[in-house]
């Protein structure tokens, strides 16, 4: 079992930066893509990003395509999502979410954890 924790999220105006982290438990992270996702109120589930377990391979949604970086430090089981130029648009509640394969998907069905997520405000 893998438990995911997302940190970092806040209020920011636009045009600011935030870091999210996500810290996975469990021996199995080292081989394990994980994704980043989001949800607006009223919307559904949206794909963010993505890395490959060792970080060689990424993919981006249009919309945060150099703006959002996502990388990871397997020796602290984390990923991180550093998000700049923010706009309001990009308001929403962030997952974490892992699968147990190396490649990366940009389906949230073929994730197998989530953490509980962390708010992120960009206000205008």
């Known amino acids: 079992q893998v438990q995911l924790v997302e940190s970092g999220g806040g209020l920011v105006q636009a045009g600011g930066s935030l870091r999210l982290s996500c810290t996975a438990s469990?021996?199995?992270?080292?081989?394990?893509?994980m994704g980043w996702f989001r949800q607006a109120p009223g919307k559904e589930r949206e794909f963010v990003t993505a890395i490959s377990w060792n970080g060689g391979y990424t993919k981006y949604a249009d919309s945060v395509k150099g703006r959002f970086t996502i990388s990871r430090d397997n020796a602290k089981n984390t990923v991180y999502l550093q998000m700049n130029s923010l706009k309001p648009e990009d308001t929403a509640l962030y997952y974490c979410?892992?699968?147990?394969?190396?490649?990366?998907?940009?389906?949230?069905?073929?994730?197998?954890?989530w953490g509980q997520g962390t708010q992120v405000t960009v206000s205008s």
């Open positions: 979410a892992a699968r147990r394969t190396i490649f990366v998907s940009e389906k949230d069905w073929d994730y197998n954890y």
């Open positions: 469990g021996r199995t992270f080292s081989s394990s893509a």
